[in-house]
C-alpha cells in the first residue's frame, strides 16, 4: 500500500511482509553502520526476524500506535521511516529512520522525511512531531536540523548500547511552526 509519492524518484510504501526479504538483506549489508546507532540491528540474524519485525509494526499499525513505512527509491528498498509512540489522542509521534549506506548523502531521507511530516499532519492529524538522534549521529541529528525542528535538548543516558549509555538529542515541530516554515 502506497502512503506517498515523495518525488519521481522516491515513494514510500506501507512495510509488508513482502519487503521481509529486501529488509533483511539491507540490514545484513548495513550492519556494522546500524549497530553504531540501533540496538535491533545486531539482533537481526536471519529473514524471518525481518518478517517477525515487520509483523509486530503491522500489528502496531491496526491498533492505531504507529506506522512504519518503507523508502523506495526507484522501486528499491533503501531504508525506513515510522511513526511510533503515536498518541492520536494527543496528536503526538516520535519519527525513526534509517537508510542504507548506498542511498545516503543525496538528500533522501530529508525528503522522504518531509513527506512524511506532511502525511502526519494531514492524515493522522498530528499537532507535535518529535525525533531523537544519537547526539555522535551527525547524519541523523542533521535531517531534523534542515527541517526546521527546535533542539529542545538532551535527553542523558537515554539509550544503553554495546558501546555503553548512550545521551540522545531530542527535537520537534509543531504543526503551526511547520506552516511558518
Known amino acids: 500500500m502506497r502512503i506517498c ?3 519521481e524518484e522516491i515513494s514510500l510504501e506501507l512495510l509488508e511482509l513482502k519487503h521481509a526479504e529486501a529488509l533483511f538483506r539491507l540490514t545484513d549489508d548495513n550492519r556494522e553502520q546500524l549497530g553504531q546507532w540501533l540496538f535491533w540491528a545486531n539482533d537481526t540474524k536471519e529473514v524471518g526476524d525481518s518478517a ?8 502496531a499499525f491496526a491498533e492505531g500506535k ?3 513505512a518503507a523508502i523506495m527509491v526507484r522501486g528499491e528498498l533503501a531504508g525506513v521511516i515510522d511513526y511510533h509512540a503515536l498518541v492520536p489522542a494527543h496528536g503526538r509521534a516520535e519519527i525513526g529512520y534509517w537508510l542504507g549506506k548506498a542511498h545516503q548523502g543525496r538528500g533522501i531521507m530529508t525528503r522522504a522525511c518531509r513527506a512524511f511530516i506532511g502525511y502526519g499532519w494531514s492524515d493522522k492529524n498530528l499537532n507535535r512531531i518529535v525525533i531523537m538522534a544519537d547526539i555522535e549521529n551527525a547524519a541523523s541529528r542533521a535531517v531534523p536540523q534542515r527541517l526546521g525542528f527546535t533542539l529542545e535538548g538532551v535527553m542523558r543516558e537515554w539509550e544503553v548500547k554495546e558501546s555503553g549509555k548512550r545521551d540522545m538529542a531530542l527535537y520537534s515541530i509543531l504543526r503551526r511552526e511547520w506552516t511558518e516554515n
Open 66 to 68: 504507529s506506522l512504519a
Open 5 to 7: 509519492q515523495v518525488d
Open 52 to 59: 517477525a519485525f515487520i509483523q509486530s509494526t503491522l500489528h
